[in-house]
């Protein structure tokens, strides 16, 4: 145990590499969502209350992955998620209130629209670099919002448009919060493994490419604006889907639900899962801050308060975000194990 | 070096900045399977051209042709794709990945570009495996898994090298490959282009005399954005308005 030759062996990471980026593998992303899905079964059975606030938080973290991609992997800083998701919710409510076409047709329909509108915002605006390009969305966010206060009848002005259909899923309506919970849960399954799938494969690596260092991408054979405009458009499809359900799942929208304030709570969560946006430290920074008010509650009228000091605080000692408390946690894991093997040896 | 067009070819190449020519009407060609070397005193072009050929300044006039194709108003990315690959004068490498991946972020286009034959890795897999490979020839397999910020600055070099590599370029352009380095170091570059050069044809600018003459096949001289000399190593050397270009430089 304690020769010479064995000493040399532990010390020398032999063939086996860490491939902390590329090989991401997406095992904890299927297990966190696996645990998800049993949750209400173990301890939420019955819990409406909680089972509806977490629907919610599902929906959000599907659009905090999609922003993600451009924030966090193309490193855009981008303050127009919330009117996009606004976007898709208003194209279902439009569509859904005057026409009878089935759900997954409109959410289709959303996802195109939010994809078709981060094209013609990233065309003219992707050519900007850092806090402008932040800048841009900002007047990008007010543009929509504003379009939808001032749409008159079509997106019902300031009031918005309620009476939306319920969820429809192969002919069953969804309503009870359990089954709502089930319904953005799975979105969120389908958005966070196509995140992850896309974060190992070559289009991911040349969208993180260019958040790092863009002139070295152009000089690998990369088209920069083109990778950005990709992520612009992931985001805003992913982003007009998750509203599209929101639209579904809440019954009424109006635009105010999708402003500026809300675009920031999207960004700030995607910086506190972690300057880099992987796809599960996302997923997880937005269901606990979404959850945060909940556990607030006993503070009552300084709820908002704590609430923003915790997110300053996380900000101050945590600039990594989630992924790198993670990260720090695992490095000072294994130089601990190192540390206890080379005692025994000696 | 079988076929006679040449690997590069530049054609009265011009660029100017508000009025004063930094570049002025260069022509030369580098043929494939050399190494070449463009140099020339302190504001001599050098640079100017070098960054016209990869793409991060476009030429006012001339033409540049790489395989016969012409690339002069090309945006660098599509040079990059067609094989012409750069290296930075600055180390430019991801600090917050391992050298294992800043060396796969060069084989990055290759990996769906089969149509050409430049690419046995179609698969993630495999180009990741044959960086391994690559790591083992630079002698980086001992530090695959370090992160690219906590090796030594001579080390990434070799990093930067072999991510060039890993592109499959027909052509490699060094930028100052051995700036600012100590004598062991600049022969540490020297023996890593020594193996380069028998998978792609390399044209490099540099300052340093010594390094340029015990590296390159053959060298063109710019002064003033001129040409003034283009050849084999010890023409070069001896031409007078080399000489008298350096020597006016340093006196």
Same mark, same amino acid.
């Given at each position: 145990m304690t020769s010479p030759a064995h000493a040399a062996e532990s010390l020398t990471p032999a063939s086996s590499v860490d491939y902390p980026y590329a090989h991401t593998s997406l095992l904890p992303l299927v297990g966190t969502l696996a645990v998800l899905a049993l949750l209400p079964a173990?301890?939420?059975?019955?819990?409406? +209350?909680?089972?509806s606030v977490l629907a919610g938080a599902f929906l959000t973290a599907a659009a905090c992955v999609g922003l993600a991609i451009v924030t966090g992997w193309a490193k855009l800083l981008s303050f127009s998620q919330g009117a996009i998701y606004g976007v898709g919710a208003y194209a279902a409510g439009i569509i859904a209130t005057r026409h009878d076409v089935p759900m997954w047709l409109i959410m289709t329909v959303s996802?195109?629209?939010?994809?078709l509108t981060g094209l013609v915002l990233a065309l003219p605006t992707l050519r900007l670099q850092g806090a402008y390009f932040g800048i841009a969305t900002i007047g990008i966010q007010m543009l929509i919002i504003g379009l939808l206060v001032k749409g008159g009848d079509l997106t019902g002005g300031p009031t918005g448009i309620a009476g939306l259909p319920l969820p429809t899923v192969w002919g069953k309506e969804l309503f009870e919060p359990g089954?709502? +919970? +089930?319904?953005?849960?799975?979105?969120?399954?389908? $958005?966070?493994?196509?995140?992850g799938w896309l974060w190992r494969s070559r289009i991911g690596w040349e969208i993180r490419l260019t958040g790092h260092n863009s002139g070295l991408a152009d000089a690998f054979g990369i088209p920069v604006v083109r990778r950005k405009v990709i992520a612009f458009m992931l985001a805003s499809g992913i982003g007009a889907g998750t509203g599209c359900l929101h639209a579904y799942v809440y019954g009424v929208i109006d635009p105010f639900g999708f402003g500026i304030q809300f675009?920031? =709570?999207?960004?700030?969560?995607?910086?506190?899962?972690?300057?880099?946006? #992987?796809?599960?430290?996302?997923?997880?920074?937005?269901?606990?801050?979404?959850?945060?008010?909940? +556990?607030? #509650?006993?503070?009552?009228?300084?709820?908002?308060? =704590?609430?923003?000091?915790? $997110?300053?605080?996380? =900000?101050?000692?945590?600039?990594?975000?989630?992924?790198?408390?993670?990260?720090?946690?695992?490095?000072?894991?294994?130089?601990?194990?190192?540390?206890?093997?080379?005692?025994?040896?000696? | 070096m079988t076929d006679t067009t040449p690997l590069l070819a530049l054609q009265s190449l011009t660029k100017g900045?508000?009025? %004063?020519?930094? %570049? /002025?009407?260069?022509?030369?060609?580098?043929?494939?399977?050399?190494?070449?070397?463009? *140099?020339?005193?302190?504001?001599?072009?050098?640079?100017t051209t070098f960054n016209m050929i990869c793409g991060a300044t476009v030429a006012d006039s001339g033409s540049i042709r790489h395989n016969g194709e012409e690339l002069t108003r090309a945006p660098g990315w599509k040079r990059a794709s067609r094989g012409?690959?750069?290296?930075?004068?600055?180390?430019?490498?991801?600090? &917050?990945?391992? %050298?294992? &991946?800043?060396?796969?972020?060069g084989s990055l286009p290759s990996l769906t570009k089969g149509k050409r034959g430049r690419a046995r890795t179609q698969r993630y897999d495999h180009a990741w495996a044959a960086v391994a490979a690559l790591l083992d020839d630079f002698d980086l397999s001992s530090v695959a898994s370090r992160l690219a910020a906590e090796v030594p600055a001579p080390v990434q070099k070799r990093v930067e090298l072999a991510r060039a590599l890993a592109a499959q370029p027909s052509l490699l352009l060094l930028d100052e490959p051995v700036a600012g380095m100590t004598e062991s170091e600049r022969s540490e570059v020297l023996?890593?282009?020594?193996?380069?050069?028998?998978?792609?044809? *390399?044209?490099?600018? &540099?300052? /340093?005399?010594?390094?340029?003459?015990?590296?390159?096949?053959?060298?063109?001289?710019?002064?003033?954005?001129?040409?003034?000399a283009d050849g084999l190593p010890d023409d070069v050397r001896a031409d007078e308005e080399v000489i008298k270009a350096y020597l006016g430089a340093e006196a």
């Open positions: 173990v301890f939420l059975a019955g819990d409406l +209350y909680m089972l996802i195109l629209a939010g994809a089954e709502l +919970y +089930y319904l953005t849960l799975a979105w969120l399954a389908v $958005v966070s493994l196509l995140a675009s920031a =709570v999207l960004l700030i969560i995607v910086l506190l899962g972690g300057k880099h946006g #992987r796809v599960l430290a996302t997923m997880v920074a937005a269901i606990l801050i979404t959850l945060l008010p909940e +556990y607030l #509650r006993s503070f009552a009228d300084i709820r908002l308060l =704590v609430y923003g000091l915790v $997110v300053i605080c996380l =900000v101050l000692f945590a600039p990594g975000g989630l992924s790198g408390l993670w990260d720090r946690a695992w490095s000072l894991f294994r130089g601990f194990a190192t540390n206890s093997k080379g005692a025994t040896l000696k | 900045y508000g009025g %004063v020519l930094a %570049v /002025d009407s260069v022509s030369f060609d580098v043929r494939a399977g050399t190494v070449h070397g463009l *140099i020339g005193p302190n504001g001599a072009g050098k640079t012409i690959t750069r290296t930075f004068q600055n180390i430019s490498l991801v600090p &917050e990945y391992t %050298v294992h &991946e800043n060396v796969f972020l023996m890593a282009i020594e193996k380069v050069r028998a998978t792609a044809t *390399i044209l490099l600018v &540099e300052h /340093d005399m010594k390094f340029v003459m015990s590296a390159c096949d053959r060298l063109t001289v710019l002064d003033r954005g001129r040409l003034i």
